[in-house]
């Protein structure tokens, strides 16, 4: 059964589809190794990464989290430290701690290939695993994919593989599938949705804001305090997130491009001139410093670069687009006079609802749609979580996450270096206010609009679907290539 809170997991940085659904995977292949008996027996692992994973696997830190994964470590509690020196770590005898309990070999330029010129027909992020004894004999084979928002599926050993430029021959893509079976509310749920006119109808028919209505189907087979519990870990993580990257003494961010961290200047920065700026004439910038504005970009800017630096954060939808979200809700929980608890959780059930409806109907993948999917996506779903906090009707809830996605349609995905930086971290802070401007012109209005959340969503999965392959987290066009002194 499928949970809108999956759309908000706590896991580790830069990246969803590149970081978290590779040690997922990774992961995943080892337990069922380890149930299967076959650890034991297994003397060498040997890792390839497709398409888009190999393109910019080095960057996203693809390799480093497949390991950790074939470890037994899971994105929620990875070390890490730990990730981020595991490379150098296996390299010092040529060996990995296979499901963490055997050490096998494990030399890096022979077992973790990165295969740039195939992808896999399903989707752009593939990876098999392949498991040897010592007499070279394969003892386990399995394909996985990362889907996006660090979801992934398993594949089959003889998928089919095409060149990394060529288009899937038609209904071999997981897109040209039907997803209502990964994404079913299940049988108990008493208000099951699949479109954002179906909620919008389904609110008004049993007199529910959007936030009831899944707090309804989220209680249907579990405690509500379970629900909240889970809410209030999302919120904890998403707080120690901002003050972590408020508080962060590290110039720079790892990667080669030593981007520097702006974050904890422009914290010492605003803070230290909160109660003096508007009396403060003199000074031209001052009345840039003392806009709520300022403070957003902040959250967004604290919670990206700690993303970007491998840190604790939590994919909302994805890792890329993390600091959006917790932006806007720290927004909320700042500047609004009657911010509650409550609110927090009113915010992020609605979020997840839209959400929800862009991972069922379109993709949360960069490698799949663009930059569209993620941060276009996580500023749909942070409009939609402010409109309902502040008192927006169902119809108005809509509005301003329609807003939110129509003008990030077409936006690419072309990380420089293959790394979760340039754009990606300013990208945040823009989207983030975007959102909070969507929510100011749906609320002046009464709901009513001509383009509808779900005609949005749509064009943004044909517009992912024509988009080139190079504007897709390939890092081989836009920025990526055109700031050639990176």
Same mark, same amino acid.
């Given at each position: 059964m499928f949970s809108v809170? %999956?759309?908000?997991?706590?896991?580790?940085g830069p990246s969803s589809s590149h970081t978290v659904g590779p040690m997922s995977a990774a992961h995943a292949f080892v337990a069922?190794?380890? %149930?299967?008996?076959l650890v034991e027996r297994t003397d060498r692992v040997k890792v390839t990464l497709y398409g888009s994973l190999a393109l910019t696997g080095l960057g996203h830190g693809t390799d480093r989290a497949v390991m950790a994964g074939l470890e037994g470590n899971v994105p929620a509690t990875v070390d890490t430290q730990h990730m981020l020196r595991i490379r150098e770590t296996c390299a010092l005898d040529d060996t990995l701690n296979l499901a963490g309990v055997k050490r096998i070999g494990f030399h890096y330029d022979k077992d973790m290939v990165f295969e740039q010129w195939k992808r896999m027909a399903a989707h752009p992020n593939g990876m098999r695993f392949q498991a040897f004894d010592a007499a070279g004999s394969l003892v386990d084979e399995q394909v996985w994919y990362s889907i996006g928002g660090g979801f992934i599926r398993q594949g089959k050993p003889d998928d089919l593989m095409i060149g990394i430029h060529?288009?899937?021959?038609?209904?071999?893509?997981? &897109?040209?599938?039907?997803?209502? +079976?990964?994404? %079913?509310?299940?049988?108990? +749920?008493?208000?099951?949705f699949s479109s954002c006119a179906e909620l919008v109808s389904l609110c008004r028919e049993h007199h529910l804001s959007?936030?009831?209505?899944?707090?309804?189907?989220?209680? =249907?087979?579990r405690s509500g305090v379970q629900v909240r519990t889970a809410i209030d870990n999302v919120w904890r993580v998403m707080r120690e997130c901002v003050d972590h990257g408020c508080s962060s003494t590290e110039p720079v961010l790892p990667g080669g491009l030593d981007v520097p961290r702006r974050a904890?200047? /422009?914290? *010492?920065? #605003?803070?230290?001139? =909160?109660d003096v700026l508007r009396r403060?004439?003199?000074?031209? %910038? *001052?009345? #840039?410093?003392?806009?709520?504005?300022?403070?957003?970009? #902040?959250?967004a800017l604290a919670v990206?670069?700690?993303? *970007?630096?491998?840190?604790?954060?939590?994919?909302a939808p994805t890792n890329g687009s993390a600091g959006i979200i917790p932006a806007v809700l720290h927004y909320y929980w700042h500047f609004v006079d009657d911010a509650n608890e409550q609110g927090v959780v009113t915010f992020l059930l609605t979020a997840g609802a839209i959400g929800y409806l862009f991972k069922r109907n379109a993709s949360i993948s960069g490698a799949e749609v663009g930059c569209q999917g993620e941060v276009g996506s996580a500023c749909s779903m942070a409009a939609a979580g402010l409109a309902a906090v502040m008192g927006g009707t169902p119809e108005q809830v809509e509005n301003a996450a329609e807003i939110g996605i129509e003008h990030n349609l077409g936006l690419t995905c072309d990380p420089v270096g293959g790394l979760v930086q340039i754009p990606c971290i300013e990208r945040n802070a823009m989207a983030a206010n975007t959102?909070?401007? &969507?929510?100011? /012109?749906?609320?002046?209005?009464?709901?009513?609009?001509?383009?509808? #959340?779900?005609? &949005?969503?749509?064009?943004?999965?044909?517009?992912?679907?024509d988009m080139m392959a190079k504007y897709k987290e390939t890092s081989k066009g836009g920025l990526a290539v055109n700031v050639v002194e990176c």
């Open positions: 809170l %999956d759309m908000f997991s706590i896991g580790v069922s190794m380890r %149930d299967d008996g060529e288009r899937p021959p038609e209904g071999t893509a997981f &897109a040209d599938e039907d997803e209502s +079976a990964s994404t %079913d509310f299940g049988p108990d +749920a008493p208000y099951p959007i936030a009831e209505l899944v707090w309804a189907n989220e209680t =249907a087979t904890p200047k /422009m914290y *010492a920065r #605003l803070a230290s001139n =909160a403060d004439r003199q000074r031209r %910038d *001052a009345v #840039l410093e003392s806009s709520d504005a300022a403070w957003v970009d #902040l959250f990206s670069e700690e993303n *970007a630096g491998g840190g604790r954060i939590v994919t959102a909070i401007n &969507a929510v100011r /012109m749906a609320m002046l209005g009464d709901g009513s609009h001509i383009v509808s #959340l779900d005609q &949005a969503i749509r064009t943004m999965k044909e517009t992912g679907e």
